[in-house]
């Protein structure tokens, strides 16, 4: 027997992969100017330089995509959500109150991006419900600032990984005791290592209950506010319009959310399940930090607060 194929899961699955978020711009010869927020993008080849993305075909910027000679990839930088968040959403002018300059082709280059790309339309393909565009990149900016990334349906940041632990040889043992001593010496390595210990006891916890940690944390902050509007409850958890739809639509299908004139509030068995979470965080914590001092936790705090 056949499973169903569920659009919902296929996305959520699509969702483990990471990636980074662009505004895609471009305008038409007679001046008509459109902004999408896009993870799709990609690079193709190197000779030639060719990068591409891919639109909804239903979307209505697709005209003016097709009748634009170049559009712009916009890179977007760790602290640029509200820009991801504005250029996804319908606007009659989204280019109103925002700051621009105009490239090749007309298409706005916004500032303080992680990298832009200036490309020439190069060539349209059929991919499904989407239209993948590829474009031959003409002129870039590598700015080199952290870019925001997407993961599971919300926003995340990049953390640098430790890297792997090489096999023991003569070679590395002769700088080992050096490295050891460079790394507990570095907070930020530590405070990293920290948190990835952390996590691995605590998150399998966390999953356990069924619910991905973007659905996690929207149950726990309704729970304390009582009652969010969506777009107060997308500023609190960093997350994209069209997932946290996705997530409340699970949510309600499990009952444990209810949604009234777009304000959302916890059912009885969602306020039951958020302290089921709470519990475990709980727990958790009390695990790792009972074995300090009040004195103790109170240094710990101050130093996270002070960095």
Known sequence: MTTPFDPRDFRRALGNFATGVTVITACTPEGVQTGVTANSFN?????????????????????????????????????????????????????????????????????????????????????????????????????????????????????????VKPKESEATDAGKAKNDKRLADNMFYQMIQAVKRYQASYQPLQLATGLRTIEARMLLTLNDFGSLSSSELEQRIGMPDHDLHAAVDTLCRKEWVTRTDNQLSLTPAGTEQAEVLWKIANDRQKEVFGQFTEEELAIFRKVLEAV
């Open 43 to 163: 690079s193709v080849s190197l000779d030639p330089a060719l990068v591409l993305w891919s639109i909804m075909k239903t979307s209505g910027s697709v005209e003016i995509f097709d009748k634009a000679t170049h559009f712009a990839v916009n890179v977007l930088a760790a602290d640029q959500i509200p820009l991801s968040n504005h250029f996804a959403r319908p606007s009659d002018d989204k280019f109103a109150d925002i700051r621009y300059e105009k490239g090749l082709g007309g298409a706005a280059l916004l500032p303080d991006c992680a990298a832009r790309f200036q490309c020439e339309n190069y060539q349209k393909i059929d991919g499904g419900d989407h239209w993948i565009l590829i474009g031959k990149v003409v002129a870039y900016d590598d700015i080199g600032r952290a870019p925001l990334l997407y993961h599971g349906g919300a926003y995340s940041a990049v953390i640098p990984h430790a890297g």
